[in-house]
């Protein structure tokens, strides 16, 4: 049996302090009583469930605890009168200092704001089902290949086995997400769009129907069949207008007109990962890659049959995995499959970017807390003769303490409220700034969940911020006071509660600035790699060919270089060449070869390259350098013989022993002579190895598939316009899309990178400034309420630079006690970041950086105060009070 | 008639759900009784502060319970009514009643 589940120890803690204290057993054992019951219906209800529980029963027990605590003589008083009393006294007072209000609301509600925005978007992303019938059941299935590790792909054939033979699964659908090209008039320029293309399980599998029209029909899903899409909610009203009659047009899409035939529900938004724009049928000839056992290319998902688990389907995929691979031990021997929850496998690839994200909002929250905690109980420090006189004729403690929970309340709903406000847009601003897309279940809104959460952080903050001073509050007595004022020296207890808060400060403030120094770091060595071409000067743009161009190879061909002509002979253009992929941009031909005359295997046992067929040209607008040998060249057409250029990293690995210019591979049914060696190039990541590249004559091995690559400074869109028209010449169904020049491609690429450096470092800088206006603040108080005795010091014979000393040895030794904590918080955080391969930097130099700089900003900032402290007028000290 | 005899709306639930709840009437039974019977949401929190009210205008009081028989159990309070309880819900209930008398049943009959 699994131990009872446990009340989340925020809300035990919550309530404890809420609770009259006769109370907070009974009350504390309802709530774990009445949590367990709501734990059968699921965690998260169960959580939302306390949520709103501890956020209605707080305040109703407040009220009391305040009541039960309070001395007989205000018994009689009405609680919303006092209530009301000191709501103006804290008004008034805030109105009296209104830069210690206002900066206090602004850092809370910054704080608050931030924490609920990133909530809410965790929220749609991890706690949310999937908006499909029965998300459980949804999981993704993968092939696992020892050498090459797991991906969520299946490969055509084997999705078909297991379909028939799977007794777990109900069904096992494929589609594949692409971009394609659309126009909906004639005339207008083209545009990109997400293209998902399904296999006739999908809908089933996911349980959708149509939201209009129909779904696609059998005929529709063979090669050749009619042309038909389907659009999605999302696309269908931002580019239709939800026009319910445009179901039933057709589109210009790249490879010819095709019918819309129905548009999809909104769930459908939401599959996959940041959705797509259109479904169309997926579709292959029989002769196809996708047909052969070999390729691993569509993505697959299934749904566990009623009453199966992961577990049981894992075994039985493991069962038809051994089956496929006596029954065709060449391609399957070493294939395994997987299987994952969907939503799991959704989320999983964010996760560590989310955890970074709250982790960081988190630390800053708590920096921001103390930082006021340490402000309020000096502002409370300073007005203790006044709580001493209301003491001395006649309030009681609780009388005191609910005047300063009050103040503190006020100060913390209106930093919350604002927060909450703000919370939404922020969100809005998080997902739309977010580098790819985030797998949301939903819009990310602010429901009854987030709001809850928001009202929580902000009474959770509340506490922490004033639970010390009020604690506190009880030891200002009348005597005390005034033999307070008598000494004219800060309390020793003060001192060391405000030196704590700078500790904690200064401990969180060192994980953020090492967590933003090796993010940064991490992003600006990733700028610096060299990519092995010259990203600048190139503008790309992606060509569709229409379908009649393709059914004859050498007419594609041509229609393909009279583009690139076309371009080349555009003004301010100093060349064109075209390719099959390009550096990062998605698709690339990964393909198994070996060196002629070898007993390697070709296939998922033997090497592995990555192929680009590529015109002549390529090497040139490029600026890829022939290290050896010589480029391709225009004679290396279809009737020439078979040759490729090989990058170094392909020459090394292949040809080890000898010269590999004249090597000989077998590949893709031919045997191909190596005539040049080309530089490394980066075409995927700037971070992984030199990949073995080849190059290919585009004449040699003709594809559809058409990027341009333009040698030129003239911006992208113009170049677009002005080769659109060219291309109506050559054939006005010629779509082109997808224009950007290439350094922008490459920031693209860096562009999580970026977004982790920027916010971690932006969050940072905040926390390292509230971090030293926090010690300022406590240093310069310090010294403040030390005035009479440092002029007694100054009086006996002191010398002003041991007084300056002192001082800065005092903002230095709290320093020290959040360096430490820091120190070893960071390291910690620093081998998770690795670890999640959000990092790569040296660790160590960065914490010693780090830890430098704020000793030299600390002294820099006591150095304020200690200077002023020095200079302190002896007479002028003792005629202080 | 003592003045602690006045209770309000949600005191007067209270008071109700303690008498079904009978020998059993601890806090989350209590507000389960009112949200099971009045189907709103009820804060276990307001139910307790409500019970420590009442028992101090002396309508209800209580027994501390042995600890849970479990791992870390709490101990509990059970209430039950006292006379002046008693006389608090006759007579809410009564002035209710005197109130509706003679008025059309479409304002009194329950949705």
Not at chain 1, 114 to 143: C, H, I, K, N, W
Not at chain 1, 228 to 249: C, K, Q, S, Y
Request: aromatic share 6%.
């Amino acid at each position: 049996m699994s131990p009872a589940p446990v009340l989340p120890r925020i809300a035990a803690a919550l309530l404890w302090l809420a609770s009259p204290p006769d109370d907070r057993p009974s009350v504390l054992a309802d709530f774990e009583e009445a949590y367990a019951e709501q734990r059968h219906a699921g965690r998260g209800a169960a959580l939302c469930w306390c949520a709103i529980q501890v956020a209605l029963s707080i305040p109703p027990l407040l009220v009391r605890r305040l009541r039960v605590t309070r001395t007989p003589r205000t018994q009689g008083a009405s609680m919303a009168a006092t209530f009301l009393t000191d709501v103006r006294y804290a008004a008034r007072l805030a109105r009296r200092a209104p830069l210690v209000a206002l900066s206090t609301i602004a850092a809370i509600a910054g704080g608050i704001a931030a924490a609920t925005a990133v909530v809410s978007v965790m929220e749609s992303v991890f706690l949310r089902p999937l908006p499909f019938a029965r998300p459980d059941e949804l999981v993704q299935l993968s092939t696992i290949i020892e050498r090459f590790g797991s991906a969520a792909e299946l490969n055509y054939l084997d999705a078909d086995d297991i379909r028939t033979q799977a007794a777990t699964l109900d069904g096992v659908a494929q589609y594949d997400a692409g971009a394609g090209t659309l126009r909906v008039h004639a005339g207008e320029p083209a545009q990109s769009v997400t293209v998902l293309s399904v296999d006739r399980h999908l809908a089933s599998v996911l349980r959708v129907a149509p939201a209009l029209g129909r779904s696609f029909e059998s005929a529709e899903f063979v090669d050749g069949g009619p042309d038909v899409v389907m659009l999605t909610n999302r696309f269908w009203r931002e580019r239709f207008g939800g026009d319910p009659a445009i179901v039933g047009a057709s589109l210009e899409m790249g490879s010819g007109p095709a019918m819309i035939v129905g548009v999809l529900p909104p769930a459908a938004d939401r599959f996959p990962s940041g959705g797509s724009d259109l479904w169309t049928p997926l579709t292959f000839p029989a002769t196809s890659f996708l047909n052969q056992r070999g390729s691993i290319a569509l993505s697959a998902i299934g749904r566990l049959h009623q009453g199966a688990t992961l577990d049981s389907a894992q075994a039985e995929l493991g069962t038809i995995a051994r089956r496929l691979a006596t029954a065709y031990p060449e391609t399957n021997a070493a294939r395994r499959f997987g299987v994952s929850n969907l939503q799991r496998a959704m989320v999983g690839p964010v996760r560590p970017m989310m955890l970074l994200l709250a982790g960081a909002i988190a630390a800053l929250l708590a920096i921001a807390c103390a930082n006021i905690a340490s402000l309020l109980l000096a502002h409370a420090h300073e007005r203790a003769g006044e709580f001493a006189l209301r003491a001395a004729i006649g309030a009681s403690h609780g009388r005191l303490a609910r005047q300063l929970w009050t103040e503190t309340l006020l100060l913390f709903s209106a930093a919350g409220g604002l927060g909450a406000i703000l919370a939404g847009p922020l969100a809005r601003i998080l997902v739309a700034r977010y580098p790819g897309t985030l797998p949301l279940s939903s819009d990310v809104s602010l429901d009854v969940r987030v709001m809850t959460a928001s009202l929580l952080l902000t009474l959770a903050a509340a506490f922490t911020a004033g639970l010390p001073t009020i604690r506190r509050s009880r030891q200002w007595r009348i005597g005390a006071a005034l033999a307070r004022t008598a000494r004219g020296s800060s309390g020793r207890s003060t001192r060391r509660g405000t030196g704590l808060f700078v500790s904690a400060q200064v401990a969180l403030s060192i994980v953020l600035l090492f967590g933003g120094f090796v993010l940064l770091r991490t992003f600006t060595s990733m700028a610096s790699v060299a990519p092995g071409f010259d990203p600048d000067g190139v503008v790309t743009i992606r060509a569709t060919i229409p379908a009649r161009q393709r059914e004859d190879a050498q007419r594609m061909v041509a229609v393909q270089d009279q583009l690139r002509d076309a371009a080349a002979s555009l003004p301010g253009v100093a060349g064109a060449a075209h390719a099959m992929f390009i550096p990062f941009a998605p698709g690339s031909w990964g393909d198994g070869y070996r060196r002629a005359g070898s007993s390697d295997a070709i296939g998922p046992n033997g090497p592995f390259a990555h192929f680009f067929m590529v015109s002549p040209e390529y090497f040139r607008v490029m600026h890829v350098p022939i290290v050896r040998g010589r480029p391709l060249t225009a004679a290396d057409d279809e009737g020439g013989r078979r040759v490729v250029v090989v990058n170094q990293s392909f020459a090394l690995r292949t040809f080890p022993d000898r010269d590999a210019i004249g090597g000989r591979i077998d590949w893709n049914d031919d045997v191909w002579e190596i005539v040049g060696i080309a530089g490394n190039a980066r075409h995927e990541s700037l971070w992984d190895d030199f990949d073995p590249d080849v190059y290919v004559p585009r004449h040699q091995v003709p594809r559809g598939n058409t990027w341009l690559l333009i040698a030129s400074a003239r911006p992208a869109s113009a170049l677009v316009a002005e080769l659109q028209q060219r291309a109506r010449a050559i054939d006005p169904a010629i779509l082109l899309s997808d224009a950007e020049p290439m350094r922008q491609r490459l920031a693209d690429s860096a562009a999580p990178e970026r977004f982790r450096a920027a916010i971690t470092s932006t969050l940072a800088l905040i926390a390292l400034g509230l971090a030293l206006v926090g010690l300022n603040g406590v240093v310069a108080y310090s010294v403040v309420t030390r005035t009479k005795e440092i002029g007694i010091r100054l009086a006996l014979g002191e010398r002003p630079a041991a007084v300056r000393r002192g001082v800065v040895g005092d903002a230095l030794r709290a320093l020290a006690g959040g360096l430490i904590p820091g120190t070893i918080a960071s390291w910690i955080v620093g081998r998770w970041l690795v670890s999640a391969s959000l990092v790569r930097t040296d660790l160590r130099l960065a914490l010693a950086a780090v830890a430098c700089a704020f000793v030299v900003a600390g002294a820099a900032v006591a150095a304020g105060p200690a200077w002023r402290a020095s200079r302190v007028d002896p007479v002028d000290a003792l005629r202080h009070d | 008639m003592a003045k602690g005899d006045f209770v309000g709306d949600f005191e007067l639930l209270v008071l109700l759900a303690i008498a079904h709840a009978g020998d059993e009437a601890y806090g989350l039974a209590i507000q389960q009784q009112i949200e099971q019977r009045t189907g709103r949401i009820v804060a276990i929190g307001a139910v307790h502060a409500t019970l420590g009210r009442l028992a101090d205008k002396g309508l209800v009081r209580y027994r501390v319970s042995e600890p849970q028989p479990i791992p870390g159990g709490k101990r509990r309070k059970f209430y039950r009514l006292c006379p002046a309880g008693v006389r608090a819900i006759r007579h809410s209930t009564g002035m209710l009643a005197r109130m509706l008398n003679g008025l059309s049943p479409d304002l009194t009959e329950p949705q």
